[in-house]
């Protein structure tokens, strides 16, 4: 399984970014799929999650301010990213999920290429 990530880079407070992943070797359109970023000196965290019927979830510190997305056809995750802040500086990462008990994921794959993506003026 390959998860390449792109489209990172250094935006200004307040700016946006898209975010890609391509994925291949594995059956993209069946699995969940999530966002996690690490932040330097901190725990990797997963920020947003797509179920296969395109059921989306966020964590608290980017809801109503991330988006994500998928398209099946092209085996490709998205996160637009709007209103970006100096704590979301942090390299992200894409991976298939695997559903816990308790409403949590795990990831399922190793970890691929991330992207630095960072806030600053």
């Known amino acids: 399984v390959q998860l390449q990530a792109s489209g990172g880079g250094l935006v200004q407070p307040g700016g946006s970014l898209r975010l890609s992943c391509a994925v291949s070797?594995?059956?993209?359109?069946?699995?969940?799929m999530g966002w996690y970023r690490q932040a330097p000196g901190k725990q990797r965290e997963l920020v947003a999650t797509?179920?296969?019927?395109?059921?989306?979830d966020y964590a608290d510190s980017v809801k109503g301010r991330f988006t994500i997305s998928r398209d099946n056809a092209e085996n490709t995750l998205y996160l637009q990213m709007n209103s970006l802040q100096p704590e979301d500086t942090a390299v992200y990462y894409c991976?298939?999920?695997?559903?816990?008990?308790?409403?949590?994921?795990?990831?399922?794959?190793?970890w691929g290429q991330g992207t630095q993506v960072t806030v600053s003026s």
């Open positions: 991976n298939a999920l695997r559903a816990l008990s308790g409403a949590t994921w795990s990831p399922l794959y190793s």
């Open positions: 797509i179920t296969s019927a395109a059921t989306t």
């Open positions: 070797g594995m059956l993209f359109n069946v699995n969940a």
